[in-house]
């Protein structure tokens, strides 16, 4: 029995158990468009897209993707590019990509194809891809890096945990979660994206709002004289995105992907930044950067840097300064 044979039968028996209204499913497919095509090189490639944001609620659905004519392109696959749904957050295909008629440059569009078996509605996204020849003149370390980004994120896609978190050290997931929705970011997807057009969207915004939410505190930063005040905007608070582990890298880089997110007013509804904004949250992510730097240099050789620990509410010590080292933050 083939693979995808077996598959189709486990996905019936799943809708035969399953209870749920019929809907006209969602399709989202790979990053690459008419204004941005994604490069990748001829051979091997995965082309893959999402149904239903990958919620679950698309396993069983049949799928097929679907290849623009290009006679500079040959694509080979396994004998079918058409099966059922059993990932719906992950739906692949592999096919080998020829470059023809000594071309080394070609565009390949592709559609994915999902349909609802129960009342055969089906909705069909498109990708744009550039395949470029290692042969073409267009600067070639340039594509690999572009390639390597593609690839990078993908992964990063597929490794996210169910709670919007990306795990490498276990107790302090805030750190690795900043720099993955930073690389993201760094590549224009955003949470303030169309979700029905960046697949990477959804990701984001699971990944800001673990930020955000999961570990998060505040507390009123108390005076530090003479070292200064480390509430700039004297609103009596201060966040620190993590309690876990170690703080003093991963409250940074969780504020600098909170930053990279270039979306000040968006609105927040939990964690202790409820009911503002993300800028008023970076803003008292920055205070609390400020109050958690070393400041005492009587034998402390981390003046002026911050410890893998940050430093405890209340713990910090400051010893004083000349006049002309006096810090305003405001």
């Known amino acids: 029995m083939g693979t995808k044979h077996a598959s ?25 468009d008419a204004l941005f095509p994604r490069q990748y090189r001829p051979g091997p490639l995965v082309v893959w897209g999402n149904a239903n944001h990958g919620d679950g609620s698309a396993v069983g659905f049949d799928y097929c993707f679907t290849f623009d004519a290009n006679p ?95 795990t490498y050290y276990e107790f302090a997931p805030v750190g690795t979660t900043g720099f993955a929705v930073w690389a993201f970011e760094n590549h224009n997807h955003f949470d303030k994206n169309d979700h029905n057009g960046d697949i990477y969207a959804d990701t984001v915004t699971k990944g800001l709002e673990y930020l955000l939410c999961a570990d998060a505190i505040s507390f009123a930063p108390p005076a530090q004289s003479p070292c200064g005040n480390p509430d700039s905007d004297l609103n009596g608070i201060c966040i620190q995105l993590s309690v876990n582990g170690v703080t003093g890298y991963s409250c940074g880089i969780a504020n600098a992907a909170l930053v990279a997110a270039q979306d000040p007013a968006r609105p927040i509804g939990c964690g202790p930044g409820a009911g503002t904004s993300l800028k008023q949250v970076i803003q008292d992510c920055c205070d609390w950067s400020f109050y958690a730097q070393a400041d005492d240099f009587f034998g402390n050789p981390y003046r002026g840097g911050w410890r893998y620990g940050g430093t405890p509410p209340g713990v910090r010590l400051c010893s004083k300064r000349d006049d002309h080292e006096q810090v305003d933050p405001r």
């Open 8 to 32: 189709r039968i486990l996905a019936l028996a799943f809708l035969a158990l399953s209870s749920r209204a019929f809907a006209t499913p969602e399709t989202n497919v790979m990053p690459g």
């Open 72 to 166: 500079d392109i040959s694509i080979a696959d396994d004998g079918n590019l058409c099966g059922v749904v059993a990932n719906d957050r992950f739906i692949p295909e592999n096919i080998t990509l020829t470059l023809l008629n000594s071309k080394t440059r070609a565009l390949l569009v592709g559609h994915l194809t999902v349909t609802d078996p129960g009342d055969l509605s089906s909705n069909t996204d498109t990708f744009i891809l550039d395949i470029v020849d290692p042969a073409d003149p267009i600067n070639g370390l340039q594509v690999e890096v572009n390639i390597a980004i593609n690839h990078g994120l993908r992964s990063l896609y597929l490794m996210q945990n169910p709670d919007g978190s990306w």
